[in-house]
């Protein structure tokens, strides 16, 4: 059995061997984050695939829609997911055909789809959106009504905002759903002086009680900038190794204890070897979807992170 040090300078050597890069979400396991290039959350990360040159292989540390975003941005490139069940069960919440009916019941609505959907339904779509320009996104469409796919939650939050009507999809992300206000609340009284930072996919009376809601890449800009030295996240907790390391003088607690995305966590040290060593698993697009989803995302990158 190797020792997880001689996993890591393997997996530099077949990193160099293969011009690999290694690409890595917030949510990431600590072991998987500290052997990445780059670490981020969905828009950082589809950015990055967009304007990598210098690399010939993407090795995707996320779920499924995250590296076919990646292979829909880098076409002329080798996109691996180090496990091919690392899905993402909100992504399958709305189907392409779903949206296309949906659309039919609204017409003249442009759709903004959430990036967490399948490259299928982003071919659907009018533009993407991601937790962190939601709001921006929905505000650059055309009319007063919008329909947003797949997550109600984010939904509501965006719609907090803007004065478009938005018809949200029945969707939502089992890990932050499950965050619930006794949760938050009991963290609450444990650390009374913490401030309450939440991600948009949380339910609407957890963004209620929060000081701040922010996608996991505004949370590590804002562990860096606050002058708090305790905080409580609302999201899942993969992120707090990132906080803790960065911010070694501060304390960060879960909101809930074991909000975890079981899909995130199949990920670790000993796959992402064994995909650099086989070559696995490769993301591929059908070249209709890609270029019809890419012209969606293409429109949100254009678009850039707003406020919320
Ligand atoms: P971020 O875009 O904030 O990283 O959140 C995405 C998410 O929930 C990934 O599953
Ligand atoms: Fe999907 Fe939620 Fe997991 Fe993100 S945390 S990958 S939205 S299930």
Same mark, same amino acid.
């Given at each position: 059995m190797m020792k997880e040090e001689e996993i890591v300078d393997r997996i530099r050597e077949l990193k160099e061997k293969r011009k690999a890069i290694i690409l890595a979400h917030n949510y990431q396991i600590g072991e998987v984050q500290d052997v990445a290039d780059f670490v981020g959350d969905s828009l950082q990360l589809s950015q990055k695939a967009a304007q990598i040159r210098e690399a010939e292989v993407i090795v995707f540390c996320g779920v499924h829609f995250m590296a076919e975003t990646a292979a829909i941005l880098s076409p002329n490139k080798t996109i691996l997911i180090p496990d091919i069940k690392a899905g993402c069960p909100m992504a399958d919440m709305i189907t392409s055909s779903e949206l296309i009916e949906w659309k039919k019941r609204y017409p003249g609505r442009r759709a903004v789809c959430y990036v967490n959907t399948t490259a299928e339904v982003k071919a659907e779509c009018d533009v993407c959106c991601t937790s962190s320009n939601a709001l921006k996104v929905v505000d650059s469409v055309d009319g007063d009504e919008v329909l947003f796919a797949p997550d109600k939650n984010l939904a509501a939050y965006v719609a907090r905002f803007t004065e478009k009507k938005i018809i949200p999809w029945d969707g939502y992300c089992y890990v932050h759903h499950r965050i619930l206000l006794r949760h938050l609340k009991e963290k609450k009284r444990l650390y009374p002086k913490a401030e309450v930072w939440a991600h948009p996919e949380c339910r609407p009376e957890v963004i209620d009680l929060s000081d701040k809601?922010?996608?996991?890449?505004?949370?590590?800009?804002?562990?860096?900038?606050?002058?708090?030295k305790e905080i409580i996240v609302a999201t899942e907790t993969g992120i707090?190794?990132? #906080? !803790? $390391?960065? &911010?070694?003088?501060?304390?960060?607690?879960?909101?809930?204890?074991?909000?975890?995305?079981?899909? #995130? !966590? $199949?990920? &670790?040290?000993r796959k992402v070897l064994r995909s650099l060593e086989e070559m696995i698993y490769k993301i591929e697009v059908p070249y209709e979807i890609s270029q019809k989803a890419r012209g969606a995302i293409e429109k949100m990158i254009k678009i850039k992170g707003g406020k919320r």
């Open positions: 809601v922010l996608s996991t890449g505004k949370m590590i800009i804002e562990a860096r900038k606050t002058e708090k707090i190794y990132r #906080m !803790k $390391k960065e &911010n070694p003088d501060k304390s960060f607690y879960p909101a809930k204890d074991m909000a975890l995305c079981a899909n #995130m !966590k $199949k990920i &670790n040290l």
